[in-house]
T-cell receptor
């Protein structure tokens, strides 16, 4: 079945430093979604990427979808304490199955 | 606007007991999902439903039962709880299938002792 690997599992950064999490799929994806989960909370949708090579920005967050539609990344510039949480990618398989598979997440800690 | 609500939020039960986690959404979303979240595994799909009376297995369905007699409700039952089912359970819904934004409930923390 489809597998979505996400690295790193944990990341500690000093406030103001940049942060990147990477997502890789074993199969070509139809689209990829990113979610953020605050400690003790529930996942909240951030963005969806659909096109090969697509880049989208939300303030300090930059999302990329690879040319082959098998990988993606989330980059946060100048982290703030409000960025703390776990970031998940979720890949939608192409073809008839069309299942959404979540990566294991990257837990971000921002040290003040 | 509650949107999607889960109950109970916290539950401790004993091994072998039957437990039902409730999920209710007010958006009339056609698709509903149950995920479990365990450390190191992210979110794993247990069951999903495309519409009332239509359910299908996800990645980890063993030991769970679902039903969907009404569009707005999607209960998850652990027929005979085991310690390995200690987890956080999230119900979720979306309008048009997995390719659309998925909205999660606040989660149900279940401990099986």
């Amino acid at each position: 079945g489809q597998q979505v690997m996400q690295i790193p599992q944990y990341q500690h950064v000093q406030e103001g430093e940049d942060f990147t999490t990477y997502c890789n799929s074993s199969t070509t994806l139809s689209n990829i979604q990113w979610y953020k989960q605050r400690p003790g909370g529930h996942p909240v949708f951030l963005i969806q990427l659909v096109k090969s090579g697509e880049v989208k920005k939300q303030k300090r967050l930059t999302f990329q979808f690879g040319e082959a539609k098998k990988n993606s990344s989330l980059h946060i510039t100048a982290t703030q304490t409000t960025d703390v949480g776990t970031y998940f990618c979720a890949g939608l398989s192409s073809g008839s199955a069309r299942q959404l598979t979540f990566g294991s997440g990257t837990q971000l800690t921002v040290l003040p | 606007d509650a949107g999607i609500t889960q109950s109970p939020r916290y539950k401790i039960t004993e091994t072998g007991r039957q437990v039902t986690l409730m999920c209710h959404q007010t958006w009339s979303h056609s698709y509903m999902f149950w995920y479990r979240q365990d450390l190191g595994h992210g979110l794993r799909l247990i069951y999903y439903s495309a519409a009332a009376d239509i359910t299908d297995k996800g990645e980890v369905p063993d030991g769970y039962v679902v039903s969907r007699s009404k569009t707005e409700n999607f209960p998850l039952t652990l027929e005979s709880a085991t310690r390995s089912q200690t987890s956080v359970y999230f119900c979720a819904s979306t309008f048009g299938g997995s390719g659309n934004t998925i909205y999660f409930g606040e989660g149900s923390w279940l401990t099986v002792v």
